[in-house]
């Protein structure tokens, strides 16, 4: 479906792909971001704007407010659970209170609680009368010197909810304070928040796997500027779109989608409508169950750009890589720049990139950026043989595709700097720190022709630069197949398997992991 406003030829037309098919495991995929603010704490436009917004403006299905704990006051709370309780209607939106719980990370770090029950939910204090927040600081505090923690640390958060584990939903995530798995309650926290407007955190459920915890993927748009479900990246430390996640759930209900995020039939998206599944006979992504022998896994893929890889791995890492470029066949003379990742894993993460590429003995005939978030983040040529780039990734990869002829007699280097965060002074000017680095390195285009794929890994998180060949065919939209899974268990006695696709523009999704138990 195409639609357009042929009143506004400003607004760019946008295509949507429909995909019905009877073997999928629900009716239809439902759309949630389960981390939600507004002005009533730390964001803007008003609560009742943001929910309408989601609804109606980015479509989603299900919608969770994430208002941040010690800024929330009393009466604003109460206002929030009438208003969810208002526009909450079964079989077309489903919405839930929750809050953020804002602990250092040496605390346990930020943890979303979402209210799945349907009473009235135990914030900001419990039944018993004690303080749920991780501490107070708001307006009605007038000036009040003192300022007091209250469920502090995590473990007590745990305490207040751990009674009802059905009726809440604990989500872990990275963005201002990061959460450290060193904690983590198995009954409370289902799901784990890999991305958001703050940046793409795959290296966070990587690391959940390898520590053994049976929690599924989520992402979130964590939108503080009132666009929950399609936030628009660039604005200071959201550099990327606000993510959401699919749900595959029976119906459209607060219980079916409540068992569905407790269950972990999740996958996380970076903020696309696209979908994944992952099957292992009766079981779905997210289940945990025995089997004996070797387990045939069956997965697919819908998309929009098209996809350029899909990657399963388990709590060793990567085990498994399915590469669309290949399949479809490389060019002669199409390749691709890729760079990315982040600095550090906090706060302050992204990197800023500037940098040029230099082509000798070669013809750069054309060339496309791919990944940029917004027009400050772009290429442009400098030269007959350079071509000049800039962005900032915020654990996301951005990319040049380009076009050479005489490949196989190229000669092509890239050397460029690698900024961050000015806290003192003027932006624009970049960091006055003088450490700043700087990274050069150089190929020829018969090494790219004989190995396909050149990586160099840096220093930070997740960041490299790496060379590619390309197909001149567009990559497919729909990917499905399988794969077999060796029955060995993994060091926790399971094995964990989790499935990610990324398209050619960066656009990702993570599917929750099946946790296989061999006999």
């Not at 696209?274 to 896994?297: E, S, Y």
């Not at 022709?449 to 001149?472: I, K």
Request: charged share 25%; with cysteine.
């Amino acid at each position: 479906m195409t639609a357009q406003l042929p009143d506004h030829p400003a607004v760019k037309p946008q295509t949507f792909y429909v995909t019905i098919d009877r073997s999928l495991e629900a009716p239809r995929v439902f759309y949630a971001d389960l981390h939600v603010h507004s002005e009533d704490t730390i964001g803007t436009n008003s609560t009742t704007y943001n929910l309408t917004y989601g609804r109606d403006v980015s479509g989603l299905d299900v919608l969770a407010f994430a208002h941040n704990d010690f800024n929330i006051t009393k009466a604003k709370w109460d206002k929030t659970v009438e208003l969810m309780r208002e526009i909450h209607e079964e079989g077309q939106f489903v919405a839930y209170p929750g809050t953020e719980w804002c602990g250092s990370s040496c605390a346990g770090g930020d943890h979303n609680v979402v209210f799945l029950h349907d009473h009235e939910p135990e914030f900001p204090y419990l039944k018993s009368g004690e303080h749920v927040r991780s501490f107070e600081w708001n307006e009605e505090m007038k000036g009040a010197a003192t300022i007091e923690p209250g469920a502090w640390p995590l473990e007590e958060l745990w305490a207040a909810y751990a009674k009802d584990p059905e009726g809440h939903l604990l989500i872990p995530h990275v963005g201002g304070r990061r959460c450290i798995l060193d904690w983590h309650h198995p009954q409370l926290e289902r799901l784990i928040e890999i991305g958001s407007s703050w940046g793409h955190f795959g290296w966070l459920y990587q690391e959940a796997i390898e520590r053994g915890y049976k929690i599924g993927a989520s992402m979130a748009g964590d939108e503080h500027r009132g666009r929950c479900g399609g936030g628009v990246p660039g604005t200071a430390v959201f550099g990327t779109k606000g993510g959401m996640s699919g749900v595959i759930a029976p119906a459209l209900t607060r219980k079916a989608i409540a068992e569905a995020l407790r269950a972990r039939h999740t996958f996380a998206s970076t903020g696309e409508r696209t979908f994944g599944l992952v099957r292992c006979g009766p079981h779905i992504m997210g289940d945990d169950f025995k089997h004996k022998g070797p387990a045939t896994l069956e997965y697919r893929f819908l998309g929009d750009t098209g996809w350029d890889e899909i990657v399963a791995f388990d709590h060793s890492g990567p085990i498994w890589r399915r590469d669309l470029q290949q399949e479809l066949g490389y060019s002669a003379r199409k390749i691709r720049f890729r760079w990315g990742g982040a600095r550090i894993k906090d706060r302050y993460r992204w990197a800023a990139w500037k940098g040029k590429i230099t082509i000798r003995n070669a013809v750069i005939n054309d060339f496309n950026g791919r990944g940029f978030e917004h027009t400050e983040e772009t290429c442009w040529r400098e030269s007959a043989t350079q071509i000049g780039f800039r962005s900032d990734t915020y654990g996301d990869v951005d990319a040049i595709e380009i076009d050479v002829s005489h490949l196989d007699t190229a000669v092509i280097r890239v050397e460029g700097t690698i900024d961050g965060y000015v806290k003192v002074g003027d932006p624009l000017k970049g960091n006055p720190f003088v450490h700043c680095p700087t990274f050069e390195w150089e190929i020829t285009g018969r090494e790219l022709l004989a190995q396909s794929r050149l990586r160099n890994e840096l220093p930070g998180v997740e960041m490299f630069l790496a060379f590619e060949r390309m197909s001149e065919w567009p990559a497919p939209r729909d990917v499905s197949g399988q794969l077999e899974i060796g029955a060995q268990n993994g060091p926790h006695g399971h094995r964990p398997v989790y499935l990610f696709g990324r398209q050619v523009d960066d656009a990702k999704v993570w599917c929750s992991a099946l946790f296989i138990d061999f006999d």
